[in-house]
DNA sequence: CTGAAAGCGCTTACAG
DNA sequence: CTGAAAGCGCTTACAG
């Protein structure tokens, strides 16, 4: 039979109450006393029912989900997926609340953090922007004792956890795939990006250039374009760029914002085959795989990245540890015949 | 506050005991009671504790897990990953138990699955063998009140659930790739599988085939070599197909037992590229990727598809619903750039 | 510094 | 057919 906390209090010649102090590390036990309830826990081999842990403690954690809002599906299926969470909140004794916030704004964005701070959450998670003050603001919520998840787009250092795919990955498979595509005719590609205030952009673009520069040096980079996200602005921007370079061999779209992508493709006039890599599946995405306009695309699951947050901030709380291959979120890869 | 059966009980006007008769509709209630008790339940709004519910039953559950003693990469850590399943039992509960048998014998499996059933288990989950007489001894559990969950291979309509990966979408992918990398040289393609006997590798082979065919014509498939998952006869069929067709563009590997595979690449005299496909990250594998002998692996994660399998069985054997987009389990894709 | 008792939300014999 | 009471494995005031 799996010991209990009595069997532990029977052995160790102590109360349950007692036991419980040494088993969550509570003050006010004497240093003998303490010793004699872990050297029976360690002989009878206790391992706490988290389970009961939480019922008897009517443990309920209230988490804050700081989102940008983004008009963009990738952006929307996201709230989409907190919302889902919020439905599972009486299962997992989770009580969350969203907090949009305006785009790649980073004033908005520590002001959001400052703000869940004196709610006294058990946990935040956010999409983060990469700048000083976020760091800031973030470390002031781990410094007040609350765990913190970044959730999509990284902050170096500043988070108890990422969930979300390794952005640097992306770029390189991006660009393998690109350039073998491609093939061997020479040519340049584009890029589109959203912002690169943001580190998963920054990072795919990173790894993009160093595959396309060390394997494919007949494809050269060009600039970034900077879309924003927004369908419009994409459009216009990739527009002019096919009609500046008429021999462009490929598209690397980073960011969102593809409906505009789609758009400005359609206006091409030249034939020659034109290899696209994507990020995130969506219904315009998904069509254009279907349709041959897009080649790859790139994938993160909103979902698991959620339900990833949620489990790890839920664990910090608890002072647990967290099972990192199962917290680890893949970069997917959708071609035509591999959608879900 | 969330109601709980106490809410219920008072609302209803009854006991705890006939919350909890109704509740888990168990027999004994006068028809007006159970119909007062359930408008109370939805009324109020009363969502079960299933923590609290297992704490009260001291509900654990006994599963059996059935895999195939094959000797290659995949298979061993399967079965790693199925320990692992065991080690958390404390937390989650369970009691697994692992039974290994001979690979690819169908009499063996249904040896095995009688004996399961037998000792009457919450759950049962196994890598099926497409056969008759596998699918009569899944119906008998499923009969016998026993949830069935197929691991890795699929056996059609006798099973609650199967954890595991679309190898029809598999295969469509592996063409995908393949004919893209190879280009415009035309050529024959060989196939390496481990056996037909098993869904997972027919199906692979089957949408393997529908791409080659529609996309790909320049590339004929040639008849599939059935290498059983062992290396060395691997290495063999792999080796005289490569002797027979000079021009040979590409291979999929299907199957197991890629080691073999890799040494029978060694032995190619030609200079030409070929485009290689595999499933299944090993050791194997990841350094053919690195060294650039193989273009692509396609993957499944069997510590999901474990934790898949047990998580389902679970939520079955309590009459408990299932999340379909997190059971999913997806199909990786590693190319030299994103492996994890 | 330590312990006895009640309680978290459910289920389970047992009695009627 | 129905209910009162004890218990699952923990935690939490409260008292000493």
Redesign the pocket.
Known sequence: ?????????AHA?????????V??R?????????AKVEATIDTLG????VA????????IYPLIFILPDNDNSFMRNLHAEVQEAINRSATERTQIQIVAIKAFDAVALVEALDRAREKEPAGVAFVAIEAPEVVAAALRLRAAGIPVVTLVSDLSDARDHYAGIDNIAAGRTAASLLGRFVGVRAGPVAVLAGSMLVRDHKERLEGFKQVMESDFPHLPVMPVLEGRDEPDRAEELVTAAIAAHPYIRGIYSAGAGNRGLMRALKTRTDSARLAVIAHELTETTRRALIEGTIDAVLHQDAGHEVRSAVRVLKAKADGLPVIAAQERIRLDIFLRDNMP
Not at 26 to 34: I, L, N, S, Y
């Open positions: 039979m799996k010991p209990t906390v009595h069997d532990i209090a010649g102590v109360s349950l109450a007692t036991v419980d102090r088993l969550n509570r003050p006010g036990v004497k240093e003998a006393t303490r206790y391992v706490r029912d009961a842990a939480n019922l008897a403690k009517s443990r």
